[in-house]
T-cell receptor, first 112, second 115 residues
């Protein structure tokens, strides 16, 4: 079945450690996105990529980094510079010319 | 930059009754899309309904319908015959066709359907 796979689903890390969240899609979608969700709040855009080897900052990019070496993959690294990394992270994708995003199931990151 | 506001943090409704969730947005664009997403306890984002700004007719999907008032920049969601499975967070979202298809989300409304 086609879809977006995010891994791991739950992740615990110590403060000061970098951590990478995986997002893989087999939908042949062109654009991919990372959103952050805090408890009881809406989603905020971290980074997005419309084509391979290119990406743009969203509203809250500080403390995060991404890469887009392959069309199907858009990993997000939460660096030690991110002041409050504990959150729920959602990856999404969309084909060119479309207007409905497909979302992954999310990754819950807890920094101890 | 676009903003989306949901003024009702929490709402409740009795099973089988109708409830309306409010959403307002601010944009200078003329060509855009509006969405309502549902996020149940599983946290999966599920598209409920979509409205294209150039269409005057309000979108409808089974028990879900919208009241789109473009001049007022208002986009409310009506849920008819509420079911227990409708209990979830509901997010209003805006997409500018000319800005990388990014979604801008409101803060959400937590809906509880009571038996």
């Amino acid at each position: 079945d086609g879809g977006i796979t995010q891994s791991p689903k739950y992740l615990f890390r110590k403060e000061g450690q970098n951590v990478t969240l995986s997002c893989e899609q087999n939908l042949n979608h062109d654009a991919m996105y990372w959103y952050r969700q805090d408890p009881g709040q809406g989603l905020r855009l971290i980074y997005y990529s419309q084509i391979v080897n290119d990406f743009q900052k969203g509203d809250i990019a500080e403390g995060y980094s991404v890469s887009r070496e392959k069309k199907e993959s858009f990993p997000l690294t939460v660096t030690s510079a991110q002041k409050n990394p504990t959150a729920f992270y959602l990856c999404a994708s969309i084909p060119r010319g479309a207007n409905v995003l497909t979302f992954g199931a999310g990754s819950r990151l807890t920094v101890l | 930059a676009q903003t989306v506001t949901q003024s009702q943090p929490e709402m409740s409704v009795q099973e089988a009754e109708t409830v309306t969730l409010s959403c307002t947005y601010d944009t200078s664009e003329n060509n855009y899309y509006l969405f309502w997403y549902k996020q149940p306890p599983s946290r999966q984002m599920i598209l409920v309904i979509r409205q294209e700004a150039y269409k005057q007719q309000n979108a409808t999907e089974n028990r879900f319908s919208v009241n789109f008032q473009k001049a007022a920049k208002s986009f409310s969601l009506k849920i008819s015959d509420s079911q227990l499975g409708d209990t979830a967070m509901y997010f209003c979202a805006f997409m500018d066709n000319n800005a990388g298809n990014m979604l801008t989300f409101g803060g959400g409304t937590r809906l509880m359907v009571k038996p």
